[in-house]
């Protein structure tokens, strides 16, 4: 998963809890973390209280109380400067 991706996924979704994004990418939550973290540094993604689910007040095995990201659509058509990722050459020495 690389930043461009992450930001079509949310783009896409408008919302998602971490525990989604790092499903749907086959990775681990502490992976996407950091690279969400990015995006909110941007002012492109913002954190939300998740308040879905049952709160706890049920056994219901489908609860997902991770963080909630939201993509900021007022922000969603600005470019943003992405690092490059330059492959690597081979050492010709």
Not at 17 to 43: C, H, N, P
Request: charged share 25%; aromatic share 8%; glycine share 6%.
């Amino acid at each position: 998963m690389i930043l461009r991706e992450l930001k079509s996924f949310l783009q896409q979704r408008r919302q998602a809890s971490l525990k989604e994004i790092a499903t749907y990418f086959d990775t681990d939550e502490q992976s996407v973390a950091g690279m969400l973290d990015f995006w909110l540094r941007k002012g492109q993604l913002r954190r939300l209280p998740n308040t879905s689910g049952c709160a706890g007040s049920c056994s219901c095995s489908h609860k997902d109380d991770s963080d909630l990201y939201q993509w900021n659509p007022q922000l969603g058509g600005i470019a943003i400067d992405l690092p490059e990722s330059s492959p690597r050459q081979p050492d010709n020495s």
